[in-house]
Structure formats: structure tokens, C-alpha cells
């Protein structure tokens, strides 16, 4: 049973969970999405019925699996979404709210509109695998997704106003006390809107369509990138100088997932561009572009596994009793790192032909993949279990990551 | 131990597993005047089709209206198609089971499997 009216107890920070089921979901609906043809922008019911209802075979059963997976893990995320709504509902009532307003945490409150956009990618998909012909209405579709991305970008970018506004005016930043990444939850939404937006250019065969999305994703990609750079900056010489926050130390890695959506924004949008403005990025450049972000992730991942591991967080946060909301952070890398590997796998080794598909090399740069997503899923539950199905959750020490 | 080494590249590339792809003149055969019916794995469709000897492609899917588009075969041994509204598909084909023939994808993805050909306009488009 989940937990309810936490009041002050409650933390922002629990959307993540709700974030990293939506996230895991569309991590295993790629193996569905780069495996199956399909002519459509993403595989579809149109395309899974068919070996679903066929012959009984090795692909039946994969198949199954995987949607199986997927369904479960949306349903999960859509579960958590309407708790958290409803939850931080009644937390905006509470004093420790407006103590967060005022103080540098304010910034974490970009998690709502980050994990508000991965719902809309949740509706896409579950619409997509679960509605017969859907595909045949998409070009219907997309104004309205990027009307809902937009509404998101504006909630996030107010957010962000009121933060710095109120940063520069007040010079209200702490830097003893912001000693670590968390900061960069608020690029994380900028880039997920960016995605998000992003998405009709690839797919949609309208000219209109495809500008304004570009447009738009443009604006709040190139906006995630300059941020990233001045807080990463701000970031490391705070770390460098304070030493990182333990608490907030799986901020080392949201530059995993800031990367990889900055990277499937920039896959999208020349696949969008090819088709309907007729410019042209061969495989070769995606192979580029695709090896540097990931060369990015793997510093970043392996930086931030000696930090973790040298301060015990696995054992304290995951399985100990310091287990928090933001240990939750813990499972946005560990969604972005697999669906990235899937893309620099069929856009850089296949797409370049270095590999074929159904090959032994190409299982073998799957599976690391995989397992990731499997230590995921498992972190996943174990978190949700021990933070929101009891009734007595795991304590809050301190529900952001930065200190106030 | 050189030889090993080039054996275990490969393997493990997969240049092993893949069908000879059908050169442009067998591909012409094949095709061009005849028709054929079959699954279009990327559409999850059953269809038939009827390709003119001069490229134009009639295509009768499963539950959707007839549609014409054009067929091509290019130089590097591909074979297009194009609908309006959409992007041109080129793929290599290659000789299945059964005298099944598929279309693949550079990356060894099949979108389409031709289960029967026959000569001339058989469905009458």
C-alpha cells in the first residue's frame, strides 16, 4: 500500500521514482523499437500483433516479454505520477515548502516538469503499443504533444526564473552548501522538454510540423547546453573546494542522462531535417557525435562509481538506513547509460555496418546494456518498496539534494 | 594465427550469417512486370502488388485503400520504392526459403518478405 498525506514528510525528490519507472519502460520498449521494422516513427501495436497472435516462437516469446516489461513499468510510472501529484499537492501547503522556495533546493522543484514530460513520452508509448491504427492519426497528434511539451517548458522555465531571479537579486546561492551536481536536475528538464519536442521533427512528414519542433527543441536544447556549462563549472569548483555533499553524490551522474537526451535531441533532428529539408548527415558524423557524448557518460559514469563506492552509498543509501528520496537519482543514470548504449549500437555499429543484426557481436554489445537495466529495475523496486509501500517509509533526512 | 584473427573478425562482425544480396539484373527479373504477394513485416501487413515494367508500383494492403508509388532498382544492387508522402526505402534482396525472397536493411533487418511472385498483372491492378 502506498503511503499517504506525507505533508512535510513528503519530498519533490519522490517524483524520480515515478521518472525512473517511466524512464526503465522506454529503456526496454527500445529493444522492441531498434529490433522490429516498422515504417512507422515507433513500432507499434500494428506491427507487435502480428508476431504476437502468430506461430509460437523465439520472437513470440522475446516480444512478449519485452511488452510485458514495458506495460508493467508505465503502469508503475502512471501509478507514482498521480501519488506524487496528488502528494505534492498537499506538501505545497506545508511550511517546508515555502521554506524550499526560499532557499537554493528551490532549484530541485525543476523534477516536476522534468518527470511531467516523461509522461507525455509514457502516453506516446502506451498509445502506440496498445491502440490498433493509431499511427494512421499521428500527424493529428503531434500539435497537441507539443502544445502539452510547451505548457511543460513554461512551468519549468517559471521555475527557473523565479530561482535565478531571485539568486542574482539576493545572491541567495550557498556555495559551502551546494557542494555537488544536484543543480543540474534543472538541465536534466530543459533537455527532457528539448527531446520531448523533438520528436515530431523526426517523425512527423509535415514541413510545418517539422520546423516548429525544431524551433522549439532548439531553443530548449541549446538553453540546457550553455546552462550545463556554467553549472558544471559552478559545480566542480564547489566540489573541488567544500568536497562533494555524500547525500547528493549521484549528482556526479546526471550528466549520463542530460547527455543522452541532448544526443537523441540531435539524432532526431537530423533524421527530421534528412526527411523533409533534405539536409544530410550520413552515418559516419552520428558515429561522431555519438561516440563523444558516450565517451562523456562513461567518464562521468566511472567518476561518479568511485565516489559512491568510497563513501559506501550503494550499502547506506540502497540497503542501509539512509535511504532517501534522492536515492532515487541513482536510477536515472542507470536508465539513460542503456538507452544511449542502444543508440550508439544500431546508429553507430549497425548503421555503419560494422556489425549485422541477430550476429554474436551483436548480442555481445547488447548485453552490458542489459544487465545495466536488469541492476536498475532491481534498484528500482527496492527503492519504491522501501520509500512509498510501507506504511512507515524510510525517513527523509533531507529531501533535496542540496542543503538549504 | 593471423588467419585465427581475421576468422574471429569475421565471426564476430557477422559477415558470416548474411545471404548473398541479389545483383541488379536478378533483382529486374524478378520484379519488373510481375506481381507478388507477401508480408510487410515493418507494416505488420499482408499485401499484394503488381510492379509495371517501367517502374510505377500498385500495392493493395490489408484493410487500407489501393496505393501507387514507383519501383527502382539502383547500381548498388538496391532496390527503392516510393510512395508520395513518404521517404524513398532502398534495401538490398535476398533469396529466402520456399522461393520466399526479403527485402533487407544494410544492418541485416528484413521489412518485407515476398512469399509468392507471378507473372504479369495477376491481381488485375
Known amino acids: 500500500m502506498i503511503c499517504k498525506n506525507l505533508q512535510e514528510k513528503y519530498s519533490p525528490m519522490y517524483h524520480l521514482g515515478a521518472l525512473g519507472s517511466g524512464g526503465l519502460a522506454i529503456s526496454f520498449f527500445l529493444y522492441l523499437n531498434f529490433l522490429l521494422p516498422h515504417e512507422s516513427g515507433i513500432i507499434s501495436f500494428d506491427q507487435l500483433w502480428p508476431i504476437l497472435s502468430g506461430e509460437p516462437s523465439l520472437r513470440m516469446l522475446w516480444v512478449g516479454l519485452c511488452l510485458a516489461i514495458v506495460l508493467i513499468l508505465l503502469a508503475t510510472h502512471f501509478v507514482l505520477m498521480v501519488w506524487n501529484t496528488r502528494e505534492f499537492s498537499l506538501y505545497k501547503k506545508t511550511e517546508a515548502y515555502a521554506l524550499l522556495k526560499n532557499s537554493s533546493a528551490e532549484i530541485s522543484l525543476m523534477v516536476v516538469p522534468l518527470t511531467m514530460a516523461m509522461t507525455v513520452n509514457a502516453f506516446f508509448v502506451s498509445g502506440s503499443l496498445l491502440i490498433p491504427g493509431l499511427w494512421d492519426y499521428i500527424e493529428y497528434l503531434f500539435p497537441f504533444a507539443m502544445a502539452a511539451f510547451l505548457v511543460i517548458g513554461f512551468y519549468a522555465m517559471h521555475i527557473m526564473g523565479n530561482y535565478f531571479t531571485r539568486m542574482l537579486l539576493h545572491k541567495g546561492y550557498d556555495f559551502e552548501q551546494n557542494n555537488s551536481l544536484a543543480p543540474m536536475i534543472s538541465i536534466f528538464a530543459l533537455s527532457m522538454i528539448a527531446v520531448g519536442l523533438a520528436a515530431p521533427v523526426a517523425m512527423s512528414h509535415t514541413r510545418e510540423v517539422v520546423a516548429i519542433g525544431f524551433a522549439l527543441s532548439s531553443f530548449f536544447a541549446t538553453s540546457a547546453a550553455l546552462l550545463m556549462l556554467v553549472m558544471l563549472v559552478i559545480g566542480f569548483s564547489t566540489m573541488l573546494t567544500h568536497g562533494i555533499r555524500p547525500a547528493a553524490a549521484p549528482s556526479l551522474w546526471l550528466m549520463i542522462p542530460i547527455t543522452t537526451l541532448l544526443g537523441i535531441t540531435f539524432m532526431r533532428t537530423t533524421h527530421g531535417l534528412h526527411e523533409s529539408f533534405e539536409s544530410h548527415v550520413g552515418p559516419a558524423d552520428h558515429f561522431v557525435v555519438l561516440m563523444a557524448l558516450f565517451s562523456i557518460q562513461i567518464m562521468f559514469g566511472l567518476l561518479g562509481y568511485a565516489v559512491l563506492k568510497k563513501i559506501n552509498y550503494f550499502k547506506d543509501y540502497i540497503h542501509g538506513d539512509k535511504c532517501q528520496a534522492t536515492t532515487f537519482a541513482l536510477v536515472c543514470p542507470g536508465v539513460a547509460f542503456p538507452v544511449f548504449g542502444l543508440f550508439v549500437v544500431k546508429f553507430g555499429l549497425l548503421g555503419n555496418g560494422l556489425i549485422q543484426m541477430w550476429t554474436p557481436a551483436h548480442y555481445l554489445f547488447l548485453l552490458p546494456f542489459l544487465l545495466i537495466q536488469l541492476i536498475t529495475l532491481r534498484t528500482l523496486f527496492i527503492l519504491v518498496r522501501r520509500l512509498q509501500f510501507t506504511p512507515d517509509p524510510a525517513p527523509v533526512h533531507s529531501p533535496n539534494m542540496q542543503a538549504a | ?125
Do not use: H
Open chain 2, 1 to 125: 594465427m593471423k588467419r585465427f584473427a581475421m576468422l574471429g573478425l569475421l565471426i564476430l562482425s557477422g559477415a558470416a550469417w548474411a545471404a548473398t544480396p541479389l545483383t541488379a539484373d536478378q533483382i529486374k527479373t524478378l520484379i519488373g512486370g510481375n506481381s507478388a504477394s507477401g508480408f510487410a513485416e515493418a507494416l505488420g501487413k499482408n499485401y499484394t502488388a503488381y510492379y509495371t515494367p517501367d517502374g510505377k508500383l500498385i500495392q493493395l494492403l490489408e484493410g487500407k485503400p489501393k496505393r501507387v508509388g514507383t519501383w527502382k532498382v539502383t547500381d548498388k544492387n538496391e532496390f527503392c520504392t516510393k510512395f508520395p508522402s513518404e521517404p524513398e526505402r532502398c534495401t538490398k534482396v535476398v533469396a529466402g526459403e520456399n522461393g520466399e525472397y526479403q527485402r533487407v536493411k544494410d544492418d541485416g533487418m528484413v521489412t518485407n518478405t515476398w512469399k509468392k511472385f507471378t507473372k504479369g498483372n495477376t491481381y488485375k491492378y
